[in-house]
């Protein structure tokens, strides 16, 4: 089955600096990769997805890149604010298996004012 | 829109007992999926339901099991409680299935004693 690896565990960058978490993936038939926030007492929130016919895609602050050859995809997240504060997890899913998403360990990000 | 709903938010149990988790998704969307979440392993995929049919199925006992009504609200059932089933247990909502957004509940905070 599909296996999603995430870097770093854990990031903690100034105010202001950029962020980027990165992951890789087993499955080359995976072709949906969505990004999540999850923040101390709620469900993860989705961020960004990106789909395996697309090669980066970015809305304001974030952006998110993918490398099907190599088969890894990045968050990156510019002008970090505190509210950036959370738990950042990486999906991947294969259309064929319905909406079956394989998670990565996830990655703490704080941000310091 | 109201968004993905989940009854009860905390549940306390006994080891041996058995325990049913409610899901509301967001209306008109027909995939409701569940997952685990927990420190050591993470978020891992339970099941799939979409138009009342079981779609995809994880790595889980059987003890673990799921139902969806004609209505879209799904309920998942833990039977013969372990220690080790204590975990947020969260589910999503999706229009249909098949590599789609997921949009996430706050989860059901399941403490076993």
């Known amino acids: 089955g599909e296996n999603v690896e995430q870097h770093p565990s854990t990031l903690s960058v100034q105010e202001g600096d950029s962020a980027v978490i990165k992951c890789t993936y087993s499955?080359?038939?995976?072709?949906?990769f969505p990004w999540y926030k999850q923040e101390l007492g709620k469900g993860p929130q989705l961020i960004i997805d990106?789909?395996?016919?697309?090669g980066e895609k970015k809305d304001q602050r974030i952006a998110v890149t993918l490398n099907k050859t190599a088969k890894h995809f990045s968050l990156h997240i510019t002008e970090t604010q505190p509210e950036d504060s959370a738990v950042y997890f990486c999906?991947?899913?294969?259309?064929?298996?319905?909406?079956?998403?394989?998670f990565g360990g996830g990655t703490r990000l704080m941000v310091k004012p | 829109k109201a968004g993905v709903t989940q009854t009860p938010r905390y549940l306390i149990k006994t080891r041996g007992q058995q325990v049913t988790l409610s899901c509301s998704p967001i209306?008109?969307?027909?995939?409701v999926s569940w997952y685990q979440q927990t420190p050591g392993q993470g978020l891992q995929f339970l099941f799939e339901?979409?138009?009342?049919?079981?779609?995809n199925k994880g790595n889980f006992p059987g003890r673990f099991s799921g139902r969806q009504f004609s209505n879209s609200r799904s309920e998942m059932n833990v039977s013969t409680l372990e220690l080790g089933d204590s975990a947020l247990y969260l589910c999503a909502s999706s229009a249909t299935s098949g590599g789609n957004i997921q949009y996430f509940g706050a989860g059901t905070r399941l403490s076993v004693l």
């Open positions: 339901y979409f138009s009342e049919t079981q779609r």
């Open positions: 999906a991947a899913s294969r259309g064929n298996a319905g909406n079956m998403l394989t």
């Open positions: 990106i789909r395996s016919n697309v």
């Open positions: 499955d080359s038939a995976s072709n949906y």
């Open positions: 209306s008109g969307h027909r995939s």
